[in-house]
């Protein structure tokens, strides 16, 4: 079955700098992946989706992703973060039909 | 366009209460989901109709949990009895007919069971 695992709990970041935010999925077909974020009391959004082609995929917000089929890897990245960018933010895998989540990670942003 | 609209975003309950949430999903939506989100985790499917169909409900617990979909439109989500390890966040979300895992989600309701 598919999975998600994102290993960071909480990133702290300074307004300002640059944020990765990691995701390594398990699937054995090629997946479709996905980034969603969710601000405190509010539902989840979708950032960007990658399902084929161009490995790096742009997203709302100014977020990019890029899928690395060798590491099973579709980390997340923004060149410089905004405050309004704090929230909760989870990597997504389809397969066999449902939509599987990872924990998510928290961002802070400190300014 | 109105997005996926849920009601109550807040309840709060005894344990042993029944409890039931409400789903408007974005028109010309065919599939609804319901998701459960603890603290902490990220949401897991519950149940997800095409139209009035229950396609996958292997997640929902059955002895306590119901859902329906009447007339494929809205949804109702019923917890009877609620226990204290239900208290949770439900979303629902839809999407367009076909599924390829881009959803909308509504805010949720937020479930307190004392």
């Known amino acids: 079955a598919q999975s998600v695992t994102q290993p960071d709990i909480h990133i702290t ?7 990765e935010l990691r995701c390594n999925y398990s699937y054995g077909a090629t997946p479709y992946l996905f980034w969603y974020v969710q ?4 539902g989840l959004q979708l950032l960007l989706k990658y399902f084929s082609g161009d490995t790096l995929v742009q997203g709302i917000k100014g977020f990019e992703a890029e899928f690395k089929r060798s590491q099973s890897s579709f980390n997340l990245r923004k060149p410089s973060v905004h405050w309004s960018d704090a929230a909760e933010y989870f990597c997504a895998v389809v397969g066999g039909n449902k939509l599987v989540f990872g924990a998510g990670t928290i961002l802070r942003v400190k300014s | 366009e109105a997005g996926v609209v849920q009601s109550p975003r807040y309840k709060i309950i005894e344990k042993k209460q029944p409890v039931a949430f409400w789903c408007n999903p974005i ?6 989901y319901w998701y459960l989100q603890n603290l902490g985790q990220g949401p897991e499917l519950l149940i997800r109709y095409e139209n009035e169909e229950a396609v996958d409900d292997s997640q929902l617990p059955k002895d306590r949990f119901s859902a329906e979909r009447l007339k494929g439109v809205d949804s109702t989500l ?3 009895p609620a226990e204290l390890g239900d208290s949770a966040v439900y979303l629902c979300a839809s999407s367009p007919r076909g599924y390829n895992g881009e959803l909308f989600f509504g805010e949720g309701s937020r479930l307190t069971v004392l």
């Open chain 2, 27 to 32: 028109s010309g939506h065919n599939t609804l």
């Open chain 2, 78 to 80: 019923k917890i009877q």
């Open chain 1, 13 to 19: 970041v300074s307004e300002g700098a640059s944020l």
């Open chain 1, 39 to 42: 601000s405190p009391g509010q």
